[in-house]
Every structure is written in structure tokens, then in C-alpha cells.
């Protein structure tokens, strides 16, 4: 699967955050703050569940949670490549990016996460009230207008969405036509960063111990 939609939540409210990198205690910590509640509202993730930060496995298990649902960032195609084609240079670069925490884990368990985050998007949509919508992707989306369906024949842009920079790194706030918001995570920000209608929300949660939590459900006010 590489793009899901999701009707408006009439129950609750909705909420994206930035890359976990493994901050599970944090998230939780930042959920209860906002008096989260996991039956009615939905935490969406820019992705990179894991690696950096303590607890990996923790929130990879947030995947079965249906109140949460994510992106697949480059740390979890890191996770999925190395595991489904294991080789040494493979496994010392995701050890070099923090996937060292995958050596203490039986094959048979990183199997079965890899599995689990290659069913995960590369891109979200969430529709808000007032005939809105906002999208989360986990580098960014490089394209000048919306158009998910060309993400399925298009690998170069799969490739964007997790790992490019190119946006944040020249400053482009040019809008991207047919979507209201974008949500993306990947390059770490002192504080969240605006460019034309695309947010860049990953406050180094595993260094700043601050994670960026946004309302969606704020946005349409």
C-alpha cells in the first residue's frame, strides 16, 4: 500500500506528531497532556517509529493500536531492506543510524515488524471539517500539485517522500495545489518550520525530549 485516506473523525479530535525515533515514553507523556483519548481520537504519525532512541520495539507495537496510524519513514525502509536482504554493509549502516537496538532481537520478531511497517503508506490524507484536508507524509511531498495516485508507478517519488530534503533545504514555500496542509517530518527543526502550505514538524524528540504534537482538527477553525 503506498497512499490511505481517512473520512473526518466525527467521534474526536485528530492529532499528527513528528518522528518518534523510539520516544515512547514521550509521546505517551505528550498524548496525556492534551487529554488524548484512545477511543475517539487518532494520532497520526510522520513515521520513523524507531531507532535513536529507547524504545523501538515499544512503538512499533503502536502499529496495532487503532487509534494510531503511520507513515513509512526511511528508518522503517531501512528496517524492511535490511531484514528481507540482510548483509553485512546492510546491517552496519542501520546500525550507524541507530538501528543497533535490532541485534538483541530474535529474526523471527524483525521478520514480523518488517512485514507489519511494509503494510504501512507512504502517504496519508485526512479529511477535516469545512471540506478540508490534510496530508502526512514522512520527508516530503515534492510534487506542485496533489495527486496520490501517481505515488503506486512512480518510485522516484516513493524515494521523495521518505527521504528527500530538497524543500526544506532551499527554502521553497511554493504551495502545493489540491491539499490544504502537509505534514512531514525527517529533518530535525528547532521549531516546527512553515513552507508555503507544507510543515516540517521534527523537533529531534530523541535529543530535544520535545515532541511536536499539532490538532488537526484546529487547523479547519
Not at 96 to 109: D, I, N
Not at 177 to 192: L, N, R, W
Request: net charge negative; charged share 20%.
Amino acid at each position: 500500500m503506498f497512499y490511505q485516506h481517512f473520512r473526518q473523525n466525527e467521534a474526536g479530535r485528530d492529532f499528527v506528531i513528528g518522528d518518534l525515533h523510539g520516544m515512547y515514553d514521550l509521546l505517551m507523556s505528550s498524548l496525556a497532556n492534551v487529554g488524548f483519548d484512545q477511543e475517539k481520537d487518532r494520532c497520526f504519525s510522520c513515521g520513523d517509529l524507531i531507532d535513536r532512541g529507547p524504545a523501538s520495539e515499544q512503538c512499533l507495537a503502536l502499529m496495532e493500536e487503532p487509534w494510531f496510524h503511520c507513515v513509512r519513514g526511511n528508518h522503517e525502509q531501512c528496517m524492511i531492506d535490511t531484514v528481507r536482504h540482510p548483509s553485512s554493509h546492510e546491517i552496519a549502516q542501520w546500525v550507524l543510524c541507530g538501528g543497533q537496538w535490532h541485534l538483541q532481537v530474535s529474526s523471527e520478531k524483525m521478520n514480523r515488524y518488517a512485514d507489519r511497517a511494509s503494510e504501512q503508506p507512504v502517504l496519508i490524507s485526512v479529511d477535516l471539517p469545512g471540506d478540508r484536508q490534510a496530508a502526512i507524509c514522512h520527508a516530503e511531498y515534492p510534487l506542485p500539485v496533489w495527486n496520490p495516485g501517481k505515488i503506486a508507478s512512480d518510485p522516484d517519488l516513493v524515494w521523495a517522500m521518505q527521504w528527500s530534503r530538497s524543500r526544506i533545504q532551499s527554502g521553497d514555500d511554493s504551495v502545493v495545489a489540491g491539499i490544504d496542509h502537509i505534514f512531514c517530518g525527517h529533518t530535525i527543526v528547532d521549531q516546527p518550520v512553515t513552507l508555503g502550505n507544507t510543515h516540517f514538524i521534527d523537533t529531534g524528540g530523541f535529543e530535544s525530549n520535545h515532541l511536536t504534537l499539532v490538532c488537526l482538527s484546529d487547523l479547519a477553525e
